[in-house]
């Protein structure tokens, strides 16, 4: 066989390809001593260094542990200005809502961005990506949102193209605040004219609502969830942030790819969700940086839930640089285990994304794997502050 085999991984450790519910998101593979053969940018074989096939080139990767590259399903990587005054107000009492409903918060991100350039959104968006991207995360989604009309949302997704290739993007269009006035105008505007837009652009592959009460209605995000559909893009969902008003039961009936959030849920929609193809995507860095309830992720999966965790990583609710440190967060704040957390962060976020063929270590898959500086790969979830992945490969190519 030709291509590379990549040998001296002391472990290589990957969860089952393809969405892990329950239970099933605790079942690794764990290969001892372990080679991985890739050609063509994708993963040929993998086991044990004895039985490897003969092939010419190898590359030593020096007795460390072997995962896959991790998956980021929930980011807003791309806005201008930022929020320091708000953490200022916040930490000494004034709440995240509040600063919303004042004008200020995501608002005052809107009217940054909206000013800015797409080449302008390009730069200050690159830095932060390459810090996920060496945090370990080679697939990433990135939300528009913070357009304060439809022209800045374009510009938005704009610069999301251009950094696509580079950082493996997945865009999505993000419906995110209503304006003060007119908001039943804007929504019929983004059903007739930016969904429509946006599809024939080829420019989002999903559309998400912030459904809550200083955000969209339930009905509101009916409509606009029903026109992405309408026009064939993925659904999915900010919901029960603050208050469970009924989107995750919206989601789950309209079949979105995922809910995001979810600090609010309860047993009526962690039910929703366990019965539902609907993955529950968790984002710790909002419980640290707002001092919120976390998610409940270890009652999603004990329900036989699929959960999946990203950072969240905007300049408001979660500015966490590092898609690894959402994973060890994951395990402090909401109980994953450190199974289950290798799984929400690789195939689960995949699934959250409609992505089939990346997450796991598997013939077929992307060869995107990540090289850490131990032999033991449970230093993943482990190190809080510090960076655990030594390298990054992306289509067997070190990045
Ligand atoms: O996922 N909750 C709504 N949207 C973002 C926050 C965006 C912001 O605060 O700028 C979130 O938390
Ligand atoms: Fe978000």
């Given at each position: 066989m030709?291509?590379?085999?990549?040998?001296?991984?002391?472990?290589?450790?990957?969860?089952?390809?393809?969405?892990q519910?329950?239970?099933?998101?605790?079942?690794?593979?764990?290969?001892?001593?372990?080679?991985?053969?890739?050609?063509?940018?994708v993963?040929?074989?993998?086991g044990?260094?004895?039985e490897?096939?003969?092939?010419?080139?190898?590359?030593?990767?020096?007795g460390v542990?072997?995962?896959?590259g991790?998956?980021?399903?929930?980011t807003?990587?791309v806005?201008?200005?930022?929020?320091?005054?708000?953490?200022e107000?916040?930490v000494?009492g004034?709440?995240?809502?509040e600063i919303?409903?004042?004008?200020?918060g995501?608002?005052?991100?809107m009217r940054?961005?909206?000013?800015?350039?797409?080449e302008?959104l390009?730069?200050?968006?690159?830095?932060?990506?390459?810090a996920?991207?060496?945090?370990?995360?080679?697939t990433i989604?990135v939300?528009?949102?913070?357009?304060?009309?439809?022209?800045?949302?374009?510009?938005?997704l704009e610069?999301?193209?251009?950094?696509?290739a580079e950082f493996?993007?997945?865009?999505t269009?993000?419906?995110?605040?209503?304006?003060?006035?007119g908001?039943?105008?804007?929504?019929?505007?983004v059903?007739?004219?930016?969904?429509?837009?946006?599809?024939?652009?080829?420019v989002?592959?999903a559309?998400d609502?912030?459904?809550?009460?200083?955000?969209?209605?339930?009905?509101?995000?009916?409509?606009?969830?029903?026109?992405?559909k309408?026009?064939?893009?993925?659904?999915?969902?900010?919901?029960?942030?603050f208050?469970?008003?009924?989107?995750?039961?919206l989601?789950?009936?309209?079949g979105?790819?995922s809910?995001?959030?979810?600090?609010?849920?309860g047993?009526?929609?962690?039910?929703?969700?366990?019965?539902?193809?609907t993955?529950?995507?968790i984002?710790?860095?909002?419980?640290?940086?707002?001092?919120?309830?976390?998610?409940?992720?270890?009652?999603?999966?004990?329900?036989?839930a699929a959960?999946?965790?990203?950072?969240?990583?905007n300049?408001?609710?979660?500015?966490l640089?590092?898609?690894?440190?959402?994973?060890?967060?994951?395990?402090?704040?909401?109980?994953?285990?450190?199974?289950?957390?290798?799984?929400?962060?690789t195939?689960?976020?995949?699934?959250?994304?409609?992505?089939?063929?990346?997450?796991a270590?598997a013939?077929?898959?992307?060869a995107?794997?990540?090289a850490?500086?131990?032999a033991?790969?449970?230093?993943?979830?482990?190190?809080?502050?510090?960076?655990?992945?030594r390298?990054?490969w992306?289509?067997g190519?070190?990045?």
């Amino acid at each position: 066989m030709t291509g590379t085999l990549f040998t001296n991984i002391s472990q290589l450790v990957t969860p089952l390809p393809g969405v892990q519910r329950g239970a099933a998101m605790r079942e690794l593979t764990v290969i001892p001593d372990a080679a991985l053969l890739v050609s063509g940018g994708v993963i040929r074989w993998v086991g044990p260094r004895s039985e490897a096939p003969a092939t010419g080139a190898e590359h030593d990767l020096g007795g460390v542990a072997v995962v896959p590259g991790l998956v980021d399903p929930h980011t807003h990587a791309v806005w201008a200005g930022d929020r320091l005054a708000d953490f200022e107000a916040r930490v000494q009492g004034v709440p995240y809502e509040e600063i919303l409903a004042r004008g200020g918060g995501i608002r005052s991100s809107m009217r940054a961005t909206g000013a800015a350039t797409v080449e302008e959104l390009v730069r200050l968006a690159r830095p932060r990506l390459q810090a996920l991207r060496a945090s370990g995360a080679t697939t990433i989604e990135v939300k528009s949102g913070y357009g304060l009309d439809f022209a800045a949302e374009i510009r938005m997704l704009e610069a999301v193209h251009q950094l696509q290739a580079e950082f493996g993007l997945i865009p999505t269009l993000l419906i995110h605040v209503p304006p003060t006035e007119g908001r039943s105008e804007y929504v019929e505007a983004v059903c007739h004219d930016l969904i429509p837009a946006v599809a024939k652009k080829g420019v989002a592959s999903a559309v998400d609502v912030f459904c809550e009460r200083e955000a969209f209605t339930i009905q509101e995000t009916r409509a606009i969830l029903m026109a992405a559909k309408a026009h064939g893009l993925d659904i999915k969902l900010h919901a029960d942030q603050f208050h469970a008003i009924g989107g995750t039961e919206l989601a789950c009936e309209l079949g979105a790819l995922s809910v995001d959030h979810l600090e609010a849920s309860g047993p009526a929609q962690i039910a929703a969700l366990a019965g539902s193809t609907t993955v529950a995507t968790i984002l710790p860095g909002v419980t640290l940086h707002l001092g919120l309830p976390a998610a409940p992720g270890r009652a999603l999966i004990d329900a036989g839930a699929a959960v999946a965790v990203g950072t969240d990583l905007n300049p408001g609710s979660s500015p966490l640089f590092s898609t690894q440190f959402a994973l060890a967060l994951a395990v402090r704040l909401c109980r994953l285990t450190p199974a289950e957390s290798l799984t929400a962060c690789t195939v689960n976020a995949a699934a959250a994304l409609g992505l089939n063929d990346v997450g796991a270590l598997a013939p077929g898959h992307d060869a995107n794997f990540l090289a850490l500086h131990s032999a033991d790969w449970r230093e993943l979830p482990y190190v809080l502050g510090g960076n655990p992945v030594r390298d990054v490969w992306v289509s067997g190519r070190r990045v």
